[in-house]
Structures are given as C-alpha cells and as structure tokens.
C-alpha cells in the first residue's frame, strides 16, 4: 500500500558513510568519546532507554517519527519519539504500581506488536532487565528461560498465555504481573491488561538512573549444548549497540531502517529497537511473516534507505529469482546488511546483481 513520504525521497539524500577509513576510525576510537556525545543523566547514571527516546525528544526530535507500525491486515500505526517515549515511561510506572523492582527481569512472549516496543523500552526506564523469548518456543523453553532468569513479570497475548504459560506457571514463584497485550476483556483471569495498565500509569514517569554496569537485557542462548544460558547486556553496552549503528550498519539521523529479525533474539532487540533509536532514525516493523512481493513493497513503499536481514531471507529471495524486484522502485535503499549465520557468497553476487549493491555479512 502507498503510504506518505517519511520525510524527503531517501534517493534524493547524499549522505558520506560513517566510516571512511578504517584505520584512522580504529585508531581515534573511543568509548569514552562516545559516551560523552550520548551523555549521562542528570545527577548521573545512564539509562539506554534515556539515549534512546528522552534525548531524542530534548533534541527536538519529539515529533520525528520513530516507529511504523505495519499490521498483517494491512493496518498502519505511526509512534513519534515523544509518543513512544510516554509509552515506555507508562510501562515503567505500570511496573513500578505491580511491585517490579530495579534489576528484577521482565520477559517478553510476543511476535512484532507496539506493545512490545513499548514493554522494551519501559523495562529499562524501571530499572528492570528485559529478558525476550522467542514466540514459536514450546512451553518447556519458555518455562527454563523464565526459571533461570527469576522472571518478575511477563508481557504477553491472551492466545500466548493459554497455550503455552498457563499450563504450569503455578509451578514457578509467583510472578508480579502478567501484562497482556490484547483488549481489555480478552485478559486471562489473574492477569492485567497492557491497555488498562498504561492508561492508569504516569506519562511523565522518571528515569531509572541505573549504573554503568547495572543489567539491561538478558539473553537466553538456544540451548543446542545443554540448558540455555543468559547472557547479560548491562547499561553501557548501549554504547556498543551505538557504535556498531553508526560504524556496521551506516545510520544516520534521517535514515528509515528496517531489521527483519524476530524481536525474541538479540538482533531483533539490539538492532531492532534500541540501536535504531539511539541514532535517532525511523524504524519500519512488520508484523507479518516473510512474503516477498510484501517485502518487496515495503522497501519501495516505506523508501527503506538500511535494510537488515539474515541470509536465510535472502537465500528464500533469491529462489524466487530477481525478476520480482524489477517491478519495485527501490531507489530509496543504500545499505543493506546481513546477520544470523554465515552469508554465503553467492547471496553477496545476487545482491549486487539485483539491487546494485552488496549484502555486508555482520556477526
């Protein structure tokens, strides 16, 4: 579907790429130069979701669109900085109300919804570590990441929760609050609406300011090798996940990117939420699955100018041959990038062929 212009024709920008040349960019690299320009909070401590949304909007960007909202029904929802922002800050609140404290964790069971974003970036406004899980796990996964990780509270659908939570979360401690993301009449017994609880919640609620070295996210490795094993990102990681924006993925301010990547893995939340938004650029999310000439549409339509997917994507592309992209306008899009396993260098030459440009292999 044709949509409004996101600010002017990406293909009309010039931009000169963030890194030029390697050597002096290694040489001059500086986490403190880096952390300097991001800046901590008043009084002290810092908070990624702070770099992320309360900077922004003291920029000026409050208005600037952060995140579009692509429905599998074709529904649109537009969140501005500013808006995104009090979101996050009503969640924080909403927790806060349920007795969630700083450095408890806050798991995630949900497919590519606003409320998602939304739970993210106000976990880590409470102070509080956000722990995603992958919405196609069975219940025993779930049930392991969410036994090891001491989980406080869950952010969920009504349908998640019946399937795959319900049948044994009286077996576990008690969890604080189970927030569905669904209308408020659909909410399981003993658990809260994510609606009702963020129109109840302060718009304007403060800042955890969380130490440099105070637990932001947790992640669960996939278990191949034995029990799953949390990896922590603490508060200054978002350093990195800023640097790396700028240096492996190009972002500039006045880019509209798009990350692929299921929310319930690192990328999805590194490089889908937080990186994007502590450069300050639009964020396209797609609730649906892989379709290509849905896709296809989206880059053409939301004039995608950064695209980051994994190389099974493009290899699924590459099976429908490149004739279909011969019928899009991607003119918009400059950097395209790839995560998740080895890319295989045929991808790299179909890049090329098809869309001018290479797939950059991250890792």
Not at 37 to 43: H, K, V, Y
Not at 201 to 226: I, K, N, R, V
Not at 258 to 282: M, R
């Amino acid at each position: 579907m044709a949509l409004p212009l996101i600010g002017k024709a990406a293909a009309a920008i010039k931009r000169a790429p963030n890194l030029t040349d390697y050597e002096a960019a290694r040489a001059s690299f500086s986490y403190d130069d880096i952390l300097a320009e991001l800046g901590r909070l008043p009084g002290g401590g810092i908070n990624i979701a702070h770099w992320a949304l309360d900077r922004q909007v003291e920029a000026g960007r409050g208005d600037k669109l952060a995140l579009r909202w692509l429905g599998r029904d074709g529904g649109v929802t537009d969140f501005t900085y500013a808006e995104l922002m009090a979101g996050a800050n009503r969640f924080a609140d909403a927790l806060r109300a349920k007795g969630v404290e700083k450095g408890e964790r806050v798991f995630g069971l949900m497919t590519r919804k606003p409320e998602l974003y939304m739970a993210v970036l106000g976990t880590l406004k409470a102070g509080a570590v956000f722990c995603p899980l992958f919405s196609q796990f069975g219940p025993e996964p779930i049930r392991a990441r969410m036994d090891i990780g001491d989980a406080a509270a869950l952010v969920t659908t009504a349908t998640l929760y019946r399937r795959k939570v319900a049948p044994w979360i009286g077996e576990l401690p008690p969890l604080k609050a189970v927030f569905v993301a669904d209308p408020p009449d659909q909410a399981p017994d003993g658990t809260t609406s994510f609606e009702t609880a963020l129109a109840d919640a302060d718009p304007s609620s403060a800042t955890a300011a969380t130490a440099d070295e105070d637990m932001a996210l947790l992640h669960f490795t996939s278990s191949t090798t034995g029990k799953p094993k949390g990896v922590v990102h603490v508060h200054k990681a978002g350093l990195h996940h800023y640097a790396t924006g700028r240096f492996a993925l190009d972002l500039h301010a006045d880019d509209v990117f798009w990350c692929t990547a299921d929310p319930g893995w690192v990328t999805g939340t590194s490089y889908g939420i937080l990186s994007p938004l502590l450069h300050g650029v639009t964020m396209i999310v797609d609730e649906a699955e892989f379709e290509a000439e849905r896709w296809y549409g989206i880059l053409q339509d939301q004039k995608v100018t950064v695209w980051y997917t994994a190389p099974t994507a493009i290899r699924m592309l590459m099976r429908l041959g490149g004739d279909s992209a011969k019928d899009y306008d991607l003119s918009a899009l400059r950097f395209m990038a790839s995560v998740g396993e080895p890319l295989n260098p045929e991808a790299v030459v179909w890049g090329n062929e098809v869309f001018g440009m290479p797939f950059h292999d991250n890792w």
